[in-house]
DNA sequence: GTCTATATCATGATAGAC
DNA sequence: GTCTATCATGATATAGAC
């Protein structure tokens, strides 16, 4: 109780931070909105993390490692269930995008915003973010990489990397939500409450994903469609 | 000819603008990087289009009024070709999503800089690009829209807006491409050469959209999988 | 239309008192 | 650990000569 302060300064740095950056970006953002947020001391930043960019690498790890912890977790268990024998593609899924969603019902991780922050960063064009993201990924991506491969022995590799690749856009703008998907629509999603909204949204997510991962493999044609 | 300097210095504006605002984003970058890239004075920014964040817009409308009167065209073409039954989800999906992959091939429209750019952007935080290219965006959505709600007459529309959405954030990693793939995997993509690499990805691609448009339908189901 | 010069302000970072 | 004060820099935007 003696070093509450110090500590309740340093998390109230983080978690302004974190709100911040997912609203206006990491550009976007200045150390006086965030001191200001948090109602800390401009310098207090660079006592506490040295400078702004490390920040923004504190506001990943301190959610990231968890996620990544969680994901090994559940993909060990399936695997034990299964004992051996290769998983299903829609576990893997479950285990990787399935146990991001469900962080946004987790106020203790971040929640929402953490996520949303997450699914713009991915695109962020800051070099250093994304240097610093693809290495604090790579362990969790090469497992479930490595499941992959294994349960769908007749994908070319290559095929598996890029729906990967796609699943993971598809995910960062469901995250994103209701906000960017003010691009395909005009109503609001009328039909449900924010509290029933994410039961929801997993499920269609899931769907889609697996969709496209099992979908046919494309055949190379060079002479394309679009008619004149 | 005699006018031809002005018109120079506003594309080359636009081009440097361009290319720049892909690379760090808009934040990211200063109109002294623009002007210095484009060897025009500071001032000629403001004179050609009075802020930043005008030109910002200037840098989209030139290459969506095209991109967007092209997806029509592709559109009016299909449903003449079916004289008034219902398109194909697969051409639909190629009308929007293929039409856009195809200006990557075609530098005198933006090519791959622009795609990229567009991809990035549609995350993008700051409130008056994401305003703004919703309403670009608008009237080709509708008909879009309306044509996979007749395409898909099984499926609710909430679920057929939902899909649409998880396509657009598929489609916006495949452009992102290469860099953003650094996530998933270490190996440069050896097998295709650059040429090679988007007469691949857009068959990879239109699969996976495919693959997630047509899965089964979620049941929603409140108690969900992942296992202690 | 294009330039130089500059106004005005916000930025990230730090030095040094307490 | 926290504060005030300040530095050096770079930002957008504009006024006014040519």
């Known amino acids: 109780m003696a070093e509450a302060r110090n500590v309740d300064t340093r998390e109230r740095i983080l978690d302004a931070a974190e709100r911040l950056f997912m609203a206006h970006g990491y550009e976007g953002t200045?150390?006086?909105?965030i001191t200001g947020e948090a109602s800390v001391n401009l310098a207090a930043v660079n006592y506490h993390f040295g400078s702004k960019e490390s920040l923004m690498q504190e506001v990943f790890r301190r959610r990231l490692d968890w996620l990544n912890e969680e994901r090994m977790r559940v993909l060990d268990a399936y695997e034990k269930e299964a004992g051996g024998i290769a998983l299903k593609p829609s576990q893997i899924v479950d285990g990787f995008f399935g146990t991001l969603l469900r962080m946004a019902d987790d106020?203790?991780?971040g929640g929402m915003t953490f996520l949303r922050l997450l699914g713009r960063t991915l695109t962020?064009?800051?070099e250093f973010i994304r240097t610093f993201l693809a290495h604090e990924y790579k362990p969790v991506m090469e497992r479930y990489k490595e499941a992959l491969f294994r349960?769908?022995?007749e994908v070319p590799?290559?095929?598996i990397v890029w729906r990967f690749h796609f699943m993971l856009g598809a995910t960062s703008y469901a995250i994103a939500g209701t906000d960017a998907l003010r691009l395909v629509t005009d109503w609001q999603i009328e039909e449900e409450d924010s509290t029933d909204r994410l039961d929801r949204l997993v499920p269609r997510l899931m769907s889609f994903l697996l969709g496209g991962?099992?979908?046919p493999l494309p055949q190379y044609d060079p002479s394309a469609v679009n008619p004149k």
Chains 1, 2 share one sequence.
Request: net charge neutral; hydrophobic share 30%.
């Open 30 to 33: 200045s150390m006086r909105q």
């Open 107 to 109: 106020e203790t991780h």
């Open 124 to 126: 962020e064009p800051s």
């Open 151 to 153: 349960a769908l022995p």
């Open 157 to 159: 590799k290559a095929e």
């Open 213 to 215: 991962l099992r979908a």
